[in-house]
Structures are given as structure tokens and as C-alpha cells.
């Protein structure tokens, strides 16, 4: 297997524009995770999927945060519109129900200028 | 509120050497804790994990110890290499299996030869 793959992998933008991140979750994995990670903040879930369906968006930061997941495999994290602050590493990981061990994907340097 | 957090953000040992990384948690109702190793660039890895019912688990040269009383999760990696070279986070859940971790704000680990 392939592993989570995420796109793109690296993103600079202008504050303002908007920003889509990309998930392609482990095949047969029924979790999919949203986090993102910072040197303040340390590594923090932003919104979690069940079977494509949101259990918890509790992280999610503000309004111009949005994620979806249109089918088993595939999720996005969109912002809109950015700002200097979303600057982060964001990653996506998947689970299988029966297990607590979450897989990473290799994450999306996101850089807002 | 409800956390897990590092005892030292760094660490520095010398090859063949053993580490111990320690972790403290505030949420008696946790019953599941996880390692991750982080490389830099990477997504977390899962190394280990332990259940609430267990005091100690051993790995391939790593062993997590768990002290429900004190609320204290220790990795200890048995002759420390280059390659172990990393941050280190433990994670923990509250829920069922596939639910959302909480992670703590991780410890770096610089082996030298």
C-alpha cells in the first residue's frame, strides 16, 4: 500500500487567496483525521471523519476553515481565505475502527505570505 | 483543561546509549496511549503503544512503562542509534478505537556517534 498520500506538498500563497489541501486515506480505512502542527501549538486535530461522514469539528479554528470527504477516498481541508497565521504543516492520517494506530501522511507545508 | 505534555522538549545522548523520554498526562480517564517517532519532513510513526490495563510493553529495543497513580508514560529506547534521531510524542485516547488522540507537545532526540 501506498500509505496516506497527501497533496500538495508544499503551498505559499497571498493572504486572501484560497487554499486547498488534498487526502488520499490507507484503502480500507474507515477514520480519516485532519491536524495541524506548529512549534506554538504542537500537533493539534482539527475535524475528524467516520465512513465520509464529520464526528467531530470541534478544532476546526474559525469559519474559513471547511473540510469534506465525498467518498472513501478522498478528503479536502479548505481555508478561504487564508491568512499569515494558518501558516503551518498540515497533516492527514487514517485508522481502521478495530485499531487506535493512526497513519500519517508526509503533510502539506502550507506557507501564507 | 485536559492535556499531555513533555517533562523535557529536548534530549541529548550518545550512540549505544539508552533513552528514556518521559510523558505526563492529566486525563485519569484515558485508556490508551501511543508513541510516535517524527522525522524531520515526515509525518508521525507509530512506534508503540500501551492500554490503561497494562504497566509495561516491549517493543523491538523500545519499552513503554505506564504509572496510572502518578499518571506518567515513559519511552525507553535500548541502544540509542543516528537513526532514532527524532521527536518523539505520546498520544493519548479517551474514547473507542478509531476516536481522536491528544498529543503532547513532543521531546527532541539528538543521538551523536
Known amino acids: 500500500d501506498a500509505g496516506v498520500i497527501q497533496s500538495p506538498r508544499h503551498e505559499v500563497t497571498e493572504m486572501g487567496q484560497e487554499v486547498t489541501l488534498r487526502c488520499k486515506p490507507i484503502s480500507g480505512h474507515d477514520y480519516l483525521f485532519w491536524y495541524r502542527q506548529t512549534m506554538m501549538r504542537g500537533l493539534e486535530l482539527l475535524i475528524y471523519?467516520?465512513?465520509?461522514?464529520?464526528?467531530?469539528d470541534s478544532g476546526m479554528p474559525e469559519d474559513r476553515f471547511s473540510a469534506k470527504m465525498p467518498n472513501a477516498s478522498f478528503s479536502t481541508l479548505k481555508i478561504q481565505p487564508s491568512e499569515p497565521r494558518d501558516s503551518a504543516v498540515y497533516f492527514c492520517?487514517?485508522?481502521?475502527?478495530?485499531?487506535?494506530?493512526?497513519?500519517f501522511g508526509p503533510g502539506t507545508r502550507l506557507t501564507v505570505t | 483543561g485536559e492535556s499531555v505534555g513533555l517533562h523535557l522538549p529536548t534530549l541529548s545522548v550518545q550512540e549505544g546509549d539508552n533513552s528514556i523520554i518521559n510523558c505526563a498526562y492529566s486525563n485519569s480517564a484515558s485508556d490508551y496511549f501511543i508513541w510516535y517517532k517524527q522525522e524531520s519532513g515526515k509525518g508521525p510513526q507509530f512506534i508503540i503503544d500501551i492500554r490503561s490495563n497494562m504497566d509495561k510493553r516491549q517493543g523491538q529495543r523500545v519499552t513503554v512503562l505506564l504509572n496510572k497513580t502518578v499518571k506518567h508514560l515513559s519511552l525507553q529506547i535500548a541502544a540509542t542509534q543516528p537513526g532514532d534521531s527524532a521527536v518523539y510524542f505520546c498520544?493519548?485516547?479517551?474514547?473507542?478505537?478509531?476516536?481522536?488522540?491528544?498529543f503532547g507537545k513532543g521531546t527532541t532526540l539528538s543521538v551523536s556517534s
Open positions: 498520544a493519548e485516547n479517551i474514547g473507542q478505537a478509531g476516536t481522536a488522540l491528544i
Open positions: 492520517a487514517s485508522a481502521r475502527g478495530s485499531s487506535y494506530e493512526q497513519y
Open positions: 471523519f467516520n465512513n465520509n461522514v464529520p464526528i467531530d
